[in-house]
């Protein structure tokens, strides 16, 4: 969609799949401070002469799990005619009606250009898509080179596919227990005494800032049965490494139960608590 003679304005913590996006695209990159709306409207405001403007930030961000400030985002895209753009990989099955994404959570139909989101997260799947005008998804399916060039899903990838979203928009008991979970777990967490950041959803890092305590806690969960991935730089900054979990609405209360028991073990082993 973009060329040289383009804009895009991104946030500083966007995934790194927007990050390569953009580099690919050849146009030109703006970056404004995590979630700092003021900031991307003068990036916009000084980027007038560009052919095409394209705002774009992540709904829900992969490392936080905080939610962008998108009604101020959309209102900035429209007043300097910009296509907004939304990466809802981590808000698809998750927010909104039926797991319909931040668009819908903040009920910004029809405002938004390009919405776009993974198949691999809450859906448990494979692939992903990208919602949009019916000229835009023409435009892609004979333009965008990682469609082209890339081989078809298997018949029983895009099934499942199918099954998953449609298992969503039929239980609506799913994403409640989904939400009453992340609430149990990061109230369990805080309450033993670890950071979770400024998370909003069900992606609740535990911050612990050194990087090789942070793999530490990481291993020594995994000796008590729990899986929770360390994460340090460049994946995240320096002095931010933590551990990331997410509780999905398959965990009945006594997973979760043993896994707070599991982090308070291993948290006073490491003294991180």
Avoid: C
């Amino acid at each position: 969609m973009l060329g040289k003679e383009d804009v895009i304005v991104s946030d500083e913590l966007n995934h790194a799949s927007i990050i390569d996006g953009a580099r690919l695209s050849g146009a030109e990159k703006k970056i404004y401070p995590h979630r700092d709306v003021e900031a991307a409207r003068r990036l916009l405001a000084e980027s007038r002469g560009a052919r095409r403007l394209l705002l774009i930030t992540d709904g829900v961000f992969s490392m936080d799990g905080d939610i962008a400030p998108l009604p101020d985002l959309v209102a900035a895209a429209e007043e300097f005619g910009a296509v907004m753009m939304v990466d809802d990989a981590h808000a698809s099955g998750v927010m909104g009606r039926q797991g319909r994404g931040t668009i819908d959570h903040f009920d910004l139909h029809g405002r938004v250009h390009i919405q776009v989101g993974t198949l691999s997260k809450a859906f448990a799947g494979l692939g992903g898509y990208v919602a949009g005008s019916q000229t835009l998804v023409d435009f892609l399916i004979h333009r965008a080179r990682p469609l082209l060039f890339s081989t078809s899903h298997p018949p029983s990838v895009a099934a499942s596919a199918l099954a998953a979203v449609r298992l969503v928009q039929q239980e609506n008991g799913l994403i409640a227990r989904l939400w009453e979970n992340t609430r149990f777990f990061k109230d369990g967490l805080k309450q033993l005494g670890f950071d979770t950041g400024i998370s909003e959803t069900p992606i609740t890092p535990v911050i612990v800032g050194d990087e090789t305590k942070a793999m530490a806690l990481s291993d020594r969960l995994f000796e008590y049965g729990v899986f929770a991935l360390g994460i340090a730089f460049p994946t995240v900054p320096r002095g931010k490494a933590r551990v990331r979990t997410i509780v999905t609405a398959g965990h009945s209360r006594d997973d979760l139960s043993a896994a707070l028991a599991a982090f308070a073990r291993a948290g006073r082993d490491l003294r991180l608590i």
